[in-house]
C-alpha cells in the first residue's frame, strides 16, 4: 500500500478539527464565550494528537505493520501546530492582544508557565524533526526526542491545573498517557505480543 495516501488522510483528519471550531466560534455555535472553548478545544486536540503519536511504536510492534511510524512524524508536527494555535487563539480571545495583561494572567493562572514550558520543548522536537537534524546530531538525537515524555508531563499537569474541578476527563487521558509510558519500558516493550508477521514495507517518495 502507497503511503502518501495515509499522509494526507492524516493531514484532513487532522486540520478539519480547527476549521471546524473556528467556523463554530465565528457562528456563536459555541456557546456565550466561543473564544474560551476554541482555546480549550484546541489545547485538548494538541493532547490527543501528542498521546496517538505516542501510540504509533507500540501499535507498530503489536501489529508489525511499519505504516504506524510513517506518519508518526507527521503527527507530531500536527501536535505542535495545534500548539500554536492554542497559542495564537489565547492571545486573541483571552488576552484580547493585551500582552500587558499577560503579567496578571501569569500571577493568576500559574499553570500557564507549565504550557509554555512544554510549548518550548515541543518546538525543539518539531525543529530537530527533519532528517537533516537527525543526522547532524546522530545519537544524540534519540536522547533529544525523549523529551516528549517531560513534554506529555508537562501537558497533563496543565490540562489538570485547568479542569481541576473535573478529574474525569483528567484521569482518561492521564491514563492513557501512563499505559503508553508503561509500553516504552524496555523490559515490557520486548514483551509486546506481535499479532501478525512483519509484512515489508514499501514507501513511494512524497
Known sequence: MRYPFWRTGVFL?????PLLWLYQAWAFALGPDPGKILVDRLGLGALILLLITLSMTPLQKLTGW?????????LGLWCFAYVVLHLIAYAIFILGLDWGQLGVELRKRPYIIVGSLAFL????????????????LGAGWKKLHRMVYLILGLGLLHFLWVVRADLKEWSLYAGIGAVLLVLRIPAIARRIPRLRAKKPLVVTKA
Open 13 to 17: 483528519a487532522a486540520s478539519i478539527w
Open 121 to 136: 520543548c515541543l518546538l525543539a522536537l518539531a525543529i530537530t524533526s527533519n532528517r537533516y537534524s537527525q543526522r547532524r
Open 66 to 74: 511499519a505504516g504506524w511510524i510513517v506518519v508518526r512524524r507527521q
